[in-house]
Every structure is written in structure tokens, then in C-alpha cells.
């Protein structure tokens, strides 16, 4: 999906922001623009007439005060890494990227907590819990990439929500700025702090469009002293979220469950030459992860046994070998992205109706794109599976339609974890009531009443 030219900024208000941030970091020419205006998967991409790099809370505030005073919309940028197109410029905006903002604060070890610029990458935030013996425990693939700030703005899930819940659940403070330039900050990090709204939980899957994230104060969790990792396989979809099930009643140290199927190994191992895991092929597959300060290995290997057997098995435990296993689940994104750009959908189905779904899909994708091809995998034990469709024209949404009317059929959520975007707009209206959408307007009125921020986003 492509978007004409964008205008140029309004007279004098380069001249406004160049003097804030600094000639540097009033990015105009075509070629340094140019990645910041094409989103990941190359499905999204539009045009902007500047990209504003702020490096402080103060530069973020003058510039998008700035921008609402002369009526020119804002798309707050972090890595990227979005896939629901949210975070390009596709209607001509103003790029505000946060990349900058990449202060990691000291981490307060006797309250597990750590306050850290919005710009901070996942993996940076890791390495730097990991230094004071914790862990930040949102996880995934795009972690060198994708930035604090935007993984509060999507509410990012990732592979650990089954044991400690998305990003919502780990920000226990913010730092953002509203449209108007007025700086909200309340990052003590307090357990028990009943003074009010809570902020945090509200930008948190807002998608840019209530406020830009600055700063964010976060919970770690203690590192583990033990992971392992077990790749399945399974004879259907069915088994695989039994098994599943059963490993969530009896070992309270499950991390991730992570479903594959044959087609999607098959492409990840012919794309990226990694060997097969097992001597025979098979048609589904779940990475299992456990961690602890115990060995959590044979507690693993028990709880498989409570539950229908696996038709193979592969542990790992030293880290180079757990992350060839990963491999197999991780490298999907990136396999499909060899195929053109896909049609995402990232869903959420009740477990009792998952098999049935996965079953049902490849059948109404063929019915309305004959010859498409479907690649499905995700996150099993949160009812989360990614509907990836290749061989689909870019502006063809029937295929989305489509999939995303079986989801709401299923009792499902049409984003279990990637957010709304421009994506998925059309089908908002499909999940949440006209009252709830009146709610959503109201809010997003009373924070940026100019519409500055993400305007074409979510509603
Ligand atoms: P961007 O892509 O830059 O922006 C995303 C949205 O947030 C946009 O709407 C943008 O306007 C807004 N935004 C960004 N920064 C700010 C800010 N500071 N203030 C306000 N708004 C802001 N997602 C998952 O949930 N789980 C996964 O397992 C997962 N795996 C992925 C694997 C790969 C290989 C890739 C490419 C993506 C994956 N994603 C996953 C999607 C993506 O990484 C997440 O949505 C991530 O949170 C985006 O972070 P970002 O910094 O790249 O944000
Ligand atoms: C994952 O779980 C990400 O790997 C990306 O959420 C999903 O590529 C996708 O559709
Ligand atoms: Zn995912």
C-alpha cells in the first residue's frame, strides 16, 4: 500500500525544528528518509516531508507542540519493526523518531526495577537487567531492533506472555509528552499507588495516537539460573494444544509454547539451510521453554508424560543449542518476507476452537485467493497464531476480510499482540461496541484534540 509525495512542511517550521533539535536531526534528504518511510514487511509505505530526531524529553515536546500548532500530523517512530503499518508515514506526516531517547538508568535492584529511555532496544534493555542478575521478560525476534517505546505503544506481547503477561503488565511507570507539548512524567514505580488513572496501562497499546513515550519505568524479573528448551512434534493441531494444556497444569515454570507446522519448517530450513530436526518429518510442532534457579529439565520431561506423548522429541540446554532450536520458530518472519510481502494477521482464537481455526483457514484464504499461500504459527499457549498470507496483491484486503470474519465467527480478537495499525482499522468496528468507540474518540480528543498524533491509527 503506497501513498503520494509528501507535502513540504509549512513555511518556517523546518527552520522551527531544525532549531530544536539541530540541523543534524532534521532528516530531509530522500535517501536517509527513506527507510523510516517504508515499514518492515515493504506492505506499508509512504512519504514524509522530514524525520525529527529528538535526543531529550524537552526536544520531543517542542517539536510536537510545534507540529499541533501548525496543524502538520505526527507518527511517532521507534525500530520500525510494526507490522500493522502504524508506524510509517502513509498520509505524509511528520517521522518523529525516538531512537535517541536511549538512556538505560540505573537498575534499582532492591525494587527489581529499572527506568530507561523510550529509544532503548529490547535487546540493549536485556543485556543491561541481565548485568544486575534480572531479566526484562518481553521477548522477540525483532529484540535488536524494536524500542521500549514502541513495544508499550503495541503492547507487545512476544514469546514469555504465557508466564509473564505482555509489555502492560511490566510498565509501572511512564514518561510521555501529549500533543500539545505538556510533559506527563510518573515514573516512581510505587506498587501501591491509587493517585488516579492509570496512565501507563492507558498508553499502553495506544498506538501513538495519545501521546509519544519518552521514558518508562519497568519491572525485571530474576534471571534464570536453568532454561531449557524442548522441540515436539505432533501428529495434528489438536494434540499439540492438549499437550500444551497439560504442560500449563503441571509445570509452573513453562516460559513459552510455541507452535510450528510442517510447511512453515520446511520453508524456515529451505531459506535458511538449518538441518532437520529430526529424521522424519512431521506435521506440527511445539517449542517448549522452561527456566528456573532449579534445573527445570526433568520437571519437563514429566509433565510431557502427563499429556499425549510427543511422536519426537529434541532438548537443549547450553544456549547455542537452545538457540538452534529457537531458530526454527523465530526465523519465520523473516522466511516469509522472502516470499513478497505478506498480508499479517495476527489473531487470537479460544484454545477449545485453535485446532478447528488452523484447520479452516488455509480453506477461506483458497476460497477467496485461489493459489495464495497460507503460512500459520504463533504463540499456542496464548490462543495466538499469526496468519501469514503470501501471493496476495498489497492492497487486497479480501484475503483479510476474509480471515478476519472467521476469527470474530471463532470468539476471537482480530490483534492478539501487533495492534490495530492502519491494518486493521476497517475491522475494528467488528470487535469493539459503537459505545466503546465513542469512549476511545472522547479519550483521544481530550489528549490531542488537533488529531496531531497518528491520526489515520486505530480509530
Ligand atoms: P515501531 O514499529 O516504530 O512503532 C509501532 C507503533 O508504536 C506505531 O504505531 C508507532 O507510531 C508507535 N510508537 C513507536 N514508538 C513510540 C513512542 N515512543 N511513543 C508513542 N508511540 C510510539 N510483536 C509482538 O507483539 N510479539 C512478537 O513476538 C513480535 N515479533 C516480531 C518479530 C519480527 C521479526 C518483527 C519484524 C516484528 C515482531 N513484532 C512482534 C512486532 C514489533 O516488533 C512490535 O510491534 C514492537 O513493539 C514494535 O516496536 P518498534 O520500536 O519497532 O515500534
Ligand atoms: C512472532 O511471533 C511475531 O514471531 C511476528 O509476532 C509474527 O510475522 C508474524 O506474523
Ligand atoms: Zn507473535
Redo the contacts with the bound molecule.
Keep these: 500500500m503506497s501513498s503520494p509525495a509528501a507535502a513540504a512542511l509549512p513555511g518556517g517550521l523546518a527552520q522551527v525544528l531544525g532549531a530544536i533539535v539541530g540541523p543534524r536531526h532534521l532528516v530531509v534528504e530522500p535517501d536517509l528518509r527513506a527507510g523510516h518511510e517504508v ?2 514487511t515493504g506492505r506499508f509505505r509512504g512519504a514524509t516531508p522530514a524525520v525529527v530526531r529528538p535526543g531529550s524529553t524537552a526536544e520531543v515536546a517542542a517539536v510536537v507542540a510545534a507540529c499541533d500548532a501548525a496543524g502538520v500530523a505526527v ?9 500493522v503499518g ?2 510509517v508515514p502513509l498520509h505524509g506526516e511528520v517521522v518523529l523518531s ?1 531512537r535517541r531517547l536511549d538512556q538505560l538508568g540505573p537498575v534499582d535492584e532492591v525494587a527489581s526495577q529499572v527506568t530507561v529511555g ?2 532503548v532496544t529490547l535487546a540493549a534493555l536485556q543485556r543491561h537487567a541481565a548485568a544486575a542478575g534480572l531479566a526484562y521478560p518481553v521477548d ?3 529484540r535488536d ?3 521500549v ?6 503492547n ?4 514469555h506472555v504465557l508466564r509473564w503477561g505482555p509489555t502492560r503488565r511490566q510498565v509501572v511507570g511512564v514518561e ?1 509528552v501529549t500533543a500539545d507539548g505538556r510533559v506527563l512524567s510518573h515514573l516512581s514505580g510505587l506498587t501501591k499507588d491509587n493517585t488516579g488513572y492509570d496512565l501507563p496501562g492507558l498508553l499502553c497499546g ?3 495516537t495519545l ?4 521514558a518508562a519505568r519497568l519491572a525485571l524479573v530474576p534471571a534464570p539460573a536453568h532454561t531449557v528448551v524442548a522441540l515436539c512434534a505432533f501428529a495434528s493441531v489438536a494434540e499439540a494444544v492438549s499437550a500444551t494444556a497439560s504442560l500449563r497444569r503441571h509445570l509452573d515454570a513453562l516460559d513459552a509454547a510455541e507452535l510450528v507446522l510442517g510447511d512453515g519448517m520446511a520453508l524456515v530450513r529451505a531459506v535458511s539451510g538449518r538441518p532437520a530436526p529430526f529424521p522424519n518429518d512431521h506435521p506440527v510442532y511445539v517449542l517448549y521453554e522452561a527456566s528456573g534457579r532449579a534445573d527445570p529439565t526433568d520437571a519437563l520431561a514429566e509433565a510431557l508424560h502427563a499429556g499425549p506423548a510427543p511422536l519426537d522429541v529434541a532438548v537443549a540446554t547450553d544456549a547455542a543449542r537452545r538457540a538452534a532450536l529457537w531458530a526454527y520458530r523465530e526465523e519465520h ?2 522466511a516469509i518476507a522472502t516470499l513478497g510481502p505478506p498480508h499479517k494477521l495476527d489473531v487470537t482464537v479460544p484454545l477449545g476452537a485453535l485446532a478447528r481455526f488452523v484447520e479452516e483457514v488455509p480453506r477461506v484464504v483458497e476460497r477467496v485467493a485461489p493459489g495464495a499461500a497460507c503460512w500459520l504459527f504463533g ?1 499456542v499457549g496464548d490462543g495466538n497464531v499469526h496468519v501469514n498470507v503470501t501471493g496476495v496483491d498489497p492492497d487486497d484486503d479480501s484475503v483479510d476480510d476474509a480471515v478476519l470474519g472467521l476469527v470474530v465467527a471463532s470468539g476471537g480478537s482480530i490483534s492478539a ?3 490495530i ?1 492502519t491494518a486493521k482499522r476497517r475491522w475494528l468496528v467488528r470487535q469493539r461496541s459503537a459505545a466503546e468507540l465513542d469512549v476511545f474518540r472522547a479519550v483521544k480528543r481530550a489528549l490531542d484534540p488537533n488529531g496531531t498524533l ?1 491520526p489515520h ?1 486505530l480509530l
Excluded: C, F, Y
Design positions: 515499514d518492515w507518527v511517532p517512530q521507534g525500530g520500525n519493526t510494526g507490522l502504524g508506524s525516538l523510550a529509544g522477540l525476534a525483532a531492533t524494536a524500542t517505546g514502541g513495544t508499550i505503544a503495541t507487545a506481547g512476544g514469546v510521555a495506544s498506538e501513538g501521546a509519544v513515550i519518552t518472519t523473516s504463540h499482540e501487533h495492534g495499525g497518528n491509527v
